[in-house]
Nanobody
């Protein structure tokens, strides 16, 4: 499965961005999909995840601001990011897991600064 992430960019604090992750396979067959991020000098961390059974998981730091969703018809997962903060600056990666296999997208840069 190949994942293509897009939608990153530069935005001022308080702004919004929507990231997209399009898969080369039907995402309805992917048990788990998620967004991760890695800031300079830090480890990659989970931002939000969603299973095909509808179970959500989200980092405390983004609760109430970021929202994950998936559109099976478009084979795409989204991350709507609102009220962005400078500490949200990172490279964002999409991930999918299924049957013991893990797949990563190439990453998209999100920069939040004034």
């Amino acid at each position: 499965v190949q994942l293509q992430a897009s939608g990153g960019g530069s935005v001022q604090p308080g702004g919004s961005l929507r990231l997209s992750c399009t898969a080369s396979a039907k995402i309805s067959g992917l048990r788990y999909m998620g967004w991760y991020r890695q800031a300079p000098g830090k480890q990659r961390e989970l931002v939000a995840s969603l299973t095909n059974g509808g179970r959500f998981n989200k980092s405390e730091s983004v609760k109430g601001r970021f929202f994950i969703s998936r559109d099976n018809a478009q084979n795409t997962m989204y991350l709507q990011m609102n009220s962005l903060k400078p500490e949200d600056t990172a490279v964002y990666y999409c991930n999918a897991n299924n049957n013991g296999e893990s797949y990563w997208g190439q990453g998209t840069q999100v920069t939040v600064s004034s």
